[in-house]
Every structure is written in structure tokens, then in C-alpha cells.
């Protein structure tokens, strides 16, 4: 009976010298943050770059208090609220793309990387900007506690500005002066005369110019690359390339990109952006007969004329046409020399056929193509073009003198009516 006394008596004890929960006043901090670049802070011309900014609190809450009677705040003095972060681009030649941004609270000892898009203008001097960051947030100044449980904030609002510096390095930047084609028709080879200036700020190193191809562009590079050395700013260079022109391009203008490799003042290689210049492609080499159709007799030969024309858009060297043969023709000189051909230019060609007598009268159509060079003294030949023969019968007078039966009856009763003139009347005579 008296344990049990004793155990209640302990219990109530322990629940009347219980401590009471106390609470927090901070007499002094506040927030100090600070704003630096993330990474390399050196950007190139004529890119977009992402500078990531990271925004750090140094704030500190020096002194606070622990009381019973003290109601402890929602906010501690040093945290940066509803902080706003804003990059500008100040003389600096660039833009930044992106608007300033909510980043909410920053508390005490915690840092927020944020983000922003900037575009390096193409022709920026290099050398050191400085971009002003602008933070704008609130914090707690003090909170005043009225009664044992309500308190009484009072908020300031801040705004502090930063200078962050970035870098714009050099580039050789290209710019092509002047586009001049030779000789580029479609299915030839040709040559792309181009004047070259380097715009940009850095000195090039053992530049290397190439040409590339764009894509599905018909202009297809032969060789690529010129060697040019130093290519400091504000100087010009003339290259000359050896490209070939699909055949399926038409007479318009296709493009095609350039590079410069070389290096760079750190001794480093670095690839220029490409830049895209138009090239204009003449028509494809086009050649036509424009004889008429040959008509001929069965079991005949001869020499048989056939005109070509150049109806293209480049000048053909050196042309030879060519006819295939097929049953019931046969020929002893297929091929002909045509020699240079400029566009509108006719040339006759002179091939030795016969015709079979078992020929069928209808209507044949031999294959003959023109075996040239270009400009380049490249070889071709152009596509099968059909010579139409029409293989018909005698009639009238050809008929007989074709059929050997009458032209043997017709001798005889020729000899056979002199016969009778100089030797039958003239024995009669006498």
C-alpha cells in the first residue's frame, strides 16, 4: 500500500518540474549574398551561351535568444525571400534572352545556380564585359512578439546590384566576297573561283579552307581543301576548288557551306561555323538528232547522213558520234568525228550501212550516242538517242529494176530488138 503512494507521488513530480518548451528571438543578422559566374566565363562571336549564375547566402544570425516566454518566428533575419535574380547585358555586346527569374527563399548558408540564355553578336570586339546581376528580395528585419502567443513581423525589401565579368574570345569569322563558277553544268566537272575575308578578330594559324558539301546540294566537292597559312583579320584570300555537279541538277543556284580550320592564339585547333554560299550550275550537256527520218529499200547500202545538235548549255570537245547496229543492218564505219560543238551548233555524222533484202518493211530505230569531253577534258558520253529507219518496198520503176527476173527479160528483149535492127533488116536490105 505505501509502494503504490510512493509511485503516484514520484509521477507527480516528474509532470510539475517538467520543463517548459522555449522559444527564439534573434537579435541581429540578415542576409549576404553574393552572385558569381558557374564554370568558364568565356564565351565565342555568334553563338548563344548559356552563363550560369550562382547565387549564394553568406548570412548569418549572430545572436538569438532562448526563453520560456519568447513565441519563436516563422522566418530567421538571414534568409533572402521571394528573391528575384535579373542579368543584364549592360555594354557588353550581347543579349540576354532570358527574363528575370523567381527563384523563392534563399536561406542561410544555401546557394541556387540560375540560368540565364545570352546571344554573342557575330562581329563582337573580344576582350572583358562586365554584365550587371541584379537581386531583389525581401527578409525579416525584426518581429515584434505582442502577448505570450502573436507576433509582429516587420519585412524589408533589398535590392542589391553585381558586376560579373565574361570574356569574348577572337574567331577567324569567314565572309565570302565573291562567287565565281567555271565550267559548272550538270554531269560536269568544273572549278568554284572564291575571294575569301576574314572578318573576325583572331589571327588563324595554319589555316586550311574547305568546302563541304550542303546536304543533298549536286555539287559535289573534289578537292576540299586549301592550304593558306596565316590568315589574320581583315584579310582576303582567293581559293580555287575542283567540284562535280550531279546530273540530275537544273540551271539554278545550290549551296554550299565553308570552313576554316586553324589554330588559335592558345595553340589550339579550332573549326569555324560553316557559312553557306550560293553557286550557280549551268544546264546539262544536251545532245539531239534533227534529221529527218531515213528511208531505204531492202538489200540496198550506202552512206546515210544523220545531223546531230548541241541543244545543252556547255560546249562539247572533240565529239565522235557512234551508231549500233542491229539485224537486218550491218555497217563497215560506225563511227563518226563530229569536233567541237558550242551550244546551238549542228554537225552531220556519215555512217556506211546496208539493209538485208529479207528486211521487213516497218519502221527500226537504231541506238546512237556522242562520246565527248568536257572543259576539263573529262570524257563522257551522252544518252542513247534512236535513229529512225523506215524500211519500205519498191514501187513502180524501182520494183522492176529490183526484181533480177524482168531486169534479165528486159536485157533480153533489149539485145534481142538491137539484134533485129542492125543484123535481120540490114541482111534484108541486101
Known amino acids: 500500500m505505501k509502494t503504490q503512494y510512493i509511485l503516484i507521488i514520484a509521477i507527480l513530480l516528474v509532470f510539475f518540474t517538467s520543463p517548459v518548451m522555449a522559444g527564439t528571438k534573434y537579435m541581429s543578422g540578415s542576409p549576404d549574398l553574393t552572385a558569381t559566374i558557374s564554370g568558364i566565363n568565356e564565351f565565342s562571336q555568334g553563338k548563344d551561351a548559356t552563363i550560369t549564375v550562382i547565387v549564394q547566402n553568406k548570412g548569418l544570425n549572430d545572436i538569438k535568444i532562448i526563453q520560456s516566454a519568447i513565441a519563436s518566428p516563422t522566418d530567421q533575419p538571414n534568409t533572402a525571400k521571394l528573391t528575384t535574380v535579373s542579368l543584364g547585358s549592360g555594354a557588353a555586346p550581347l543579349v540576354i534572352k532570358s527574363d528575370p527569374q523567381m527563384v523563392g527563399d534563399i536561406t542561410g548558408g544555401a546557394s541556387i545556380p540560375v540560368p540565364f540564355i545570352a546571344r554573342i553578336s557575330s562581329d563582337a570586339p573580344p576582350g572583358e564585359y562586365m554584365l550587371p546581376l541584379e537581386l531583389n528580395y525581401t527578409y525579416l528585419d525584426n518581429a515584434e512578439q505582442v502577448g505570450s502567443d502573436s507576433m509582429i513581423y516587420h519585412y524589408r525589401q533589398k535590392t542589391e546590384t553585381f558586376q560579373l565579368p565574361v ?21 560536269n566537272d568544273g572549278y568554284l573561283n572564291l575571294i575569301i575575308k576574314n572578318k573576325g578578330f583572331e589571327n588563324g594559324k ?29 584579310s582576303t584570300v582567293t581559293t580555287r576548288y575542283k567540284v562535280t555537279v550531279t546530273k540530275d541538277a537544273g540551271a539554278k543556284t545550290y549551296p554550299v557551306n565553308m570552313i576554316v580550320v586553324y589554330e588559335n592564339r592558345d595553340g589550339d585547333t579550332v573549326t569555324s561555323d560553316p557559312v553557306t554560299v550560293g553557286v550557280q550550275v549551268g544546264g546539262k550537256v544536251d545532245l ?5 527520218p531515213i528511208t531505204v529499200y531492202p538489200g540496198t547500202g550506202g552512206v546515210f547522213n544523220i545531223e546531230y545538235e548541241n541543244t545543252g548549255a556547255a560546249t562539247v570537245y572533240s565529239a565522235q558520234a557512234r551508231i549500233s547496229t542491229l539485224d537486218p543492218f550491218t555497217s563497215t564505219d560506225d563511227i563518226a ?25 516497218k519502221e527500226y530505230g537504231l541506238d546512237s550516242e556522242i562520246r565527248y569531253r568536257d572543259a576539263l577534258d573529262a570524257t563522257h558520253i551522252s544518252d542513247p538517242m534512236k535513229v529512225k529507219i523506215n524500211v ?6 524501182g520494183l522492176v529494176v529490183s526484181n533480177p527476173i524482168l531486169v534479165t527479160i528486159i536485157i533480153a528483149g533489149v539485145i534481142g530488138a538491137l539484134y533485129y535492127v542492125f543484123f535481120y533488116r540490114k541482111r534484108k536490105v541486101v
Open 206 to 234: 595554319n589555316a586550311v579552307i574547305k568546302i563541304v558539301r550542303d546536304s543533298s546540294s549536286p555539287v559535289v566537292p573534289v578537292d576540299s581543301s586549301v592550304y593558306i597559312g596565316d590568315f589574320p583579320p581583315n
Open 167 to 187: 570574356k569574348i574570345k577572337p574567331l577567324v569569322t569567314l565572309e565570302v566576297l565573291n562567287v565565281e563558277p567555271e565550267h559548272l553544268n550538270a554531269g
Open 392 to 397: 519500205i518496198s519498191r514501187s513502180g520503176i
Open 337 to 361: 568525228f563530229l569536233g567541237d560543238l558550242k551550244p546551238g551548233d549542228h554537225a552531220t555524222a556519215h555512217f556506211q550501212l546496208s539493209v538485208d533484202k529479207a528486211a521487213t518493211k
Open 288 to 292: 539531239t538528232i534533227v534529221s529527218d
